[in-house]
């Protein structure tokens, strides 16, 4: 596994949580770090990303509420999140790619369920 996620979990609606992803310093360096996450039934929806040059974008659905960042140092990409609700249950997945191409890299996904 080349991408390595973390930091899924239960939280209550409101709460927060911080995912973190791992990888080798080649494929942090080289490409765009993002989140994506799916439930069941649906595709796989990108939430946000990274450049390597720190530019970020949103989906609109966690605009404001979720922050990516990355740590250059430790090749760590983070996804904070924050007023959590229901419909941000999901499986997250850590994923890298060149700008502008799909992700050739992906992480085995952390689980988040908020509950109500």
């Known amino acids: 596994v080349q991408l390595q996620a973390s930091g899924g979990g239960l939280v209550q609606a409101g709460g927060s949580l911080r995912l973190s992803c791992t990888t080798s310093r080649i494929i942090f360096n080289r490409n765009v770090m993002r989140w994506y996450r799916q439930t069941p039934g649906k595709q796989r929806e990108l939430v946000a990303a990274i450049t390597p040059g720190g530019t970020t974008n949103y989906a609109d659905s966690v605009e404001g509420r979720f922050f990516i960042s990355k740590d250059n140092a430790k090749n760590a990409v983070y996804l904070q999140m924050s007023s959590l609700n229901p419909e941000d249950t999901a499986v997250y997945y850590c994923?890298?790619?060149?700008?502008?191409?799909?992700?050739?890299?992906w992480g085995q996904g952390t689980l988040v369920t908020v509950s109500s």
């Open positions: 994923a890298a790619g060149l700008y502008g191409y799909p992700p050739a890299y």
